[in-house]
């Protein structure tokens, strides 16, 4: 994740440069249930209207929260399909809030949030809401899969934040939404929303199928460039973007055209960042207890948690996948090895390297940088 709102915080007040390291445990991605009352396009998890059979019970999940509070996990992401179609969902926060996680978040489509809901949700004391938008009106529930989705998640996202909850929009972008971006970034604005969340489109599950849809990388790059502006005129909305980390050298070179004096802090900062961090500091558990190093990467499994604990399985030195991803920077090829800022990006996507590349350390497809730019 690149935190965009952190890095135009260090222009006007540039705080020192440490040295790069990893906090002791990842942040986890939990994808508590598969079910969902939508059916996005560029859904990750599959998700569909349905029961999915052999997912964790309540004991379970509670055991696995107690190893990963153990091991050091700084924060949890409870996930899904829709989590709130899950009845247990508030009695997990509040088991997490009491083993006192630093950080426990809800990610939700927000199309199920009632008057009702949003009390509870701000009763369990969730530190941060993520509601995903698509577009405006019709656009969104036609990414959705249902008609009246824009309408509902919307009014759900309001009803947190009147309660006190922090709460962000989330925006995945291709060719049949880019027209509506910076609509989102005006609705973000107007309606007093805390963070927003810039997903590139990553290759997997119905984003795999859907690759083809993509923004042509002139498009991500106008993207971009818009949201760098909008973050520096709205200070108060935490801007962060996902999925593609040549927005940290493409930032770079758009704030040393305009702070030059700055560039040289700006890219010590942007090192210690470090890119990419899948399977060092961004772990997903999918419903049915399956380990992945972040939530695109389902197609690869490293373990359950039902037979070996979590702990163990990331802690684990002979996974080839892991012991790959963890190097920095990665030993990748192609234009990510010839790449001059491999140690901010860390060679991007490896999920995009290999499911539209074949080759796990091969370059990624997705990065928008000229040849130019990367010399």
Sequence with gaps: MFRLTQ???????????????????????????????????????????????????????SAVMDDLRAFKVPALILSGGEPLLRPDIFRIAAR?????FPSVSLSSNGTLITEEL????????????????????????????????YASALHGLRLCRDRGVKVGLRFTMTAENAHHFADILRLTADEGVGKFYFSHLNYAGRGNVNRADDAAF????KAMESLFDFALVNPSVECVTGNNDADGPFFLAWARARWPERAEHLAAKLRQWGGNAAGVNVANIDNLGWVHPDTMWWHHRLGNVRKT?????????????????RPHPRAVGGRCGRCRHLSICNGNSRVRADRAGGDVWGEDPGCYLTDEEIA
């Design 118 to 149: 949003a009390d509870r949700i701000a009763a369990a004391g969730f530190d941060y809401v993520g509601v995903s938008l698509d577009g405006i009106g019709g656009v969104n529930d036609a990414f959705r899969g249902r008609d009246g989705a």
């Design 309 to 325: 604990p979590f702990s163990t399985l990331w802690a684990a030195n002979d996974n080839p996948l892991l012991t790959g991803l």
């Design 218 to 221: 002139t498009m991500t790059r």
């Design 7 to 61: 890095f135009l915080r260090e222009i006007d007040t540039p705080s020192p440069v440490a040295p790069r390291r990893n906090p002791p445990g990842p942040v986890v991605i939990w994808n508590l249930i598969r079910r969902c009352n939508l059916l996005c396009k560029h859904c990750y998890s599959t998700s569909a209207d349905k029961d999915f059979a052999g997912e964790l019970d309540f004991a379970e999940v």
């Design 96 to 100: 997490a809030k009491e083993l006192r």
